[in-house]
């Protein structure tokens, strides 16, 4: 237990020099401490309390702020121009001064979410993606465990080239059509959980397959293709392992007989992959540009230029050029971008900005040094798990966030398996209830649109087998490869 | 729209169901008549040759009136052979001129209690002693091929090759024009835009259905010419008006389903109406 005094010369021994404009007391550490308390309470009942997370997180980033400036823990400008910004140098040595709600928002994550979002929207509308899922549907010639493999791995890779939600909703919508084409309505719980879970295995996949990944990521240095190698041999043995269980799991078998094939195969083969294809020439430009899209932000940290403009001028680079073709209708594709993420995600960096400044990183930091004195090993494994536990019930991005800024104030070199720890907790955590991640969500939404009734505890008794199956192996990954 | 209902359309929209040709066996045919001996077997002789596209083992057996009077002891008698076919006319066992705008009590129980299909001809004195030639241009209709397939291999297994099959598939206006005025009362929808691409929807996809047909029709029976009708209208006169202008000699129509709606929605209509054509009622 730490004693009041104790407490009080930890938060000053921890706290970075840099940061500390007005040195925090404990108790003011405290009270911002149990408001980002709050924040992750209503973000974890976010559905009880039906509000989103853009407005939850931004009426705290509006108390942070407010407390911020009455406990003068803020960097404010010296003169009266400058009231409410905090100055910045630029490359001139010129002194800016913006707002300091403005400077606490990494605008390169957002830049890279938005361009990604805004890419994968126009690319999605030429009917590439739903192309591909029908051929592979029709090549698994109806036999449900041929299905449940192509859709399996499709998830995956959907999820690290688009996002989970969106893999979730095209595969998990083809899952229900098929499935009743096929006359199999029974295995839509199997492969409706099976591809939920799977979302988050392919979320690993990338440096910006899902957002702990573009933030840890990019707070550790990790370059696109070093994450890729790096996180690519798990998600080949996670992915494998997952859908083997699933068949297992729910009694999915493949067709037997010539008869059947020949019936599964005469069902499928309706499909017609042309039908999503609305402009040939526009399918084989977004083929060209998704292909260079992901080539490009590979080798982003090695392409003069673009290693100093980073991933976000690519993303939002690659998300003009695809609106040039819908250049008169541009508003229809800003009308579809997530704005509640991006909204909260913002309000989000401003509240941890607060923290920082309140000491309440430090503080966290501090406890969490017990977990990494522990070794790397041993320490990072604890974390993993810990972090896994932590995203199941809550949003897995404040915990990312936080721990990103934690790792990254205690010096923690870009190649420590510590990062991993908590890319890989914060991913494979959506898989142990509904609400640990959107796409699980997604996939329990659909469930329940077909009928399946799967509340809380059935889906965390259907997912415990294959939650704790990827954590396990997320720890033994981590703990003695990297 | 959520994007779930989205990518579920549009995944929906790219299923095209395909019609695979069956044969459809016709070997036993039971002749039921309501007239003396004699005029029986002058009606049947005047029917064996509309059978002229059917394999040479089709075998038509007479029942004599006496046998079909009673319902009871036909349905019976019907249920005791194995049938393919029951061929009789309208107003079987009923004064034709009494009751002009019906088919009779007995062919319209026969027509939901029998399994096999039923065909009817025009009523003998109709027919005034001409023989039944086979029929070349046949024209099966419903507003669910998909679901209805065995339409399509009857209609192909009655044609004379060569020969025209016409495939009618009319979208009832009246039903349309309903939904349209509630979905113009309901705000959030574009009634535009609803009726714009509900009335595509309806008839592209029927067209899509008859045009793959088609193809598969083709690849099995190069000598039929395979016809699409696809509209919006009014059922009865719209299908009135295409069997006159194809010069039908054959209409198959489906009479059975669950809630009899199939006879007592469009069939039942078209059968009155088209008194003197051949129909088959499946």
């Known amino acids: 237990m730490f004693t009041q005094d104790s407490l009080s010369l930890l938060v000053q021994s921890v706290a970075p020099s840099a940061h500390a404009h007005h040195a925090p007391s404990l108790g003011v550490t405290l009270l911002f401490s149990a408001l980002l308390a709050g924040l992750i309470l209503c973000l974890a009942f976010e559905e009880k309390i039906h509000a989103q997370k853009s407005l939850i997180a931004g009426l705290f980033a509006v108390v942070s702020l407010g407390l911020g400036v009455a406990f003068d823990l803020l960097p404010f400008g010296p003169d009266a121009a400058s009231k409410g910004a905090a100055p910045l140098t630029n490359a001139f040595g010129e002194v800016l001064y913006h707002p300091v709600f403005v400077q606490g928002v990494d605008w390169g994550v957002i830049g890279i979410i938005l361009g990604a979002s805004l890419f994968v929207d126009v690319a999605s509308g030429s009917g590439l993606f739903t192309w591909v899922a029908l051929k592979l549907t029709k090549a698994s010639g109806g036999d449900p465990v041929k299905l449940l493999w192509s859709y399996g791995l499709m998830t995956v890779v959907f999820s690290a080239v688009l996002n989970n939600v969106t893999a979730m909703i095209i595969i998990g919508s083809l899952t229900v059509v098929s499935l009743e084409k096929l006359g199999k309505r029974e295995l839509l719980l199997g492969f409706l959980l099976t591809e939920g879970l799977l979302t988050n295995v392919g979320g690993l996949l990338t440096l910006i397959s899902s957002v702990p990944n573009i933030i840890v990521g990019t707070a550790a240095g990790i370059s696109f293709g070093s994450f890729f190698v790096t996180a690519a041999p798990f998600v080949v043995v996670t992915s494998a392992g997952t859908i083997w269980l699933g068949v297992r799991r729910f009694g999915i078998k493949g067709l037997e007989s010539d008869s059947e094939r020949a019936e599964g195969a005469a069902l499928v083969a309706q499909f017609d992959e042309r039908e999503s294809i609305t402009d040939p020439a526009f399918f084989k430009f977004s083929a060209v540009m998704l292909g260079l899209f992901i080539l490009t932000i590979a080798s982003a940290s090695a392409l003069p230029g673009v290693n100093k403009l980073g991933m976000a001028f690519v993303a939002l680079s690659f998300a003009s050029v695809m609106l040039i073709k819908f250049k008169s209708e541009v508003s229809k594709f800003y009308a579809g971008v997530d704005w509640d993420l991006l909204g909260f995600f913002m309000a989000l960096f401003v509240v941890i900005n607060v923290m920082e400044h309140a000491q309440v990183l430090s503080l966290i930091g501090e406890g969490l040094k017990h977990i990494i004195g522990l070794g790397e090993q041993v320490g990072g494994g604890l974390m993993l798990v810990a972090a896994g536990v932590f995203s199941s019930v809550t949003d897995n991005i404040p915990l990312a966030a936080m721990l990103a800024k934690i790792l990254g104030a205690q010096g923690t070199s870009g190649d420590s398996s510590l990062w991993w720890s908590v890319i890989f907790g914060a991913n494979l955590g959506g898989n142990l209830t509904p609400i640990g991640s959107a796409s699980t969500l997604v996939a329990v939404t659909m469930m329940n649109k077909q009928g399946l009734k799967v509340g809380f505890g059935r889906f965390v008794g259907l997912a415990l087998p294959f939650a704790l199956f990827h954590i396990a192996l997320a720890v033994i990954y981590v703990v003695l490869f990297l | ?282």
């Open chain 2, 1 to 282: 729209m959520s994007k779930i209902d989205q990518f579920e359309s549009l995944f929906r929209s790219a299923v095209h169901a395909q019609y695979t040709p069956r044969s459809y066996p016709i070997r036993e045919v039971l002749v039921l008549t309501d007239l003396p001996e004699g005029e029986d077997t002058a009606y049947l002789s005047q029917l064996e040759p509309f059978f002229g596209g059917l394999s040479a083992e089709t075998k038509l057996t007479l029942i004599p009136r006496e046998q079909s009077e009673a319902l009871d002891q036909l349905i019976e008698l019907i249920k005791s052979h194995d049938v393919d076919l029951i061929c009789t006319y309208r107003n079987l066992h009923t004064t034709y001129g009494a009751f002009p705008y019906t088919l009779g009590g007995h062919v319209e129980v026969l027509t939901q209690v029998c399994e096999a299909p039923i065909l009817l001809t025009a009523r003998p004195e109709q027919l005034g002693g001409a023989r039944m030639e086979p029929p070349q241009r046949v024209m099966a209709l419903t507003d669910q091929f998909e679901e209805h397939p065995h339409l399509i291999d009857a209609a192909t297994a009655m044609i004379k090759e060569p020969g025209a099959l016409i495939l009618s598939h009319v979208e009832d206006s009246r039903t349309f024009e309903r939904y349209m005025s509630a979905i113009a009362k309901i705000p959030s929808i574009d009634t535009d835009q609803a009726r714009g691409e509900l009335s595509q929807q309806l008839l592209s996809s029927a067209q899509g259905y008859i045009h793959r047909t088609q193809e598969a029709i083709n690849a099995v029976h190069p000598t039929i010419t395979v016809m699409g009708e696809v509209k919006m209208g009014h059922l009865i006169s719209e299908h009135t008006a295409l069997v006159e202008a194809h010069r039908i000699d054959l209409l198959v129509i489906d009479t059975k389903d669950e809630d009899q709606l199939a006879m007592h929605g469009l069939s039942h209509p078209l059968a009155v109406e088209l008194s003197t054509l051949p129909l088959l009622m499946l």
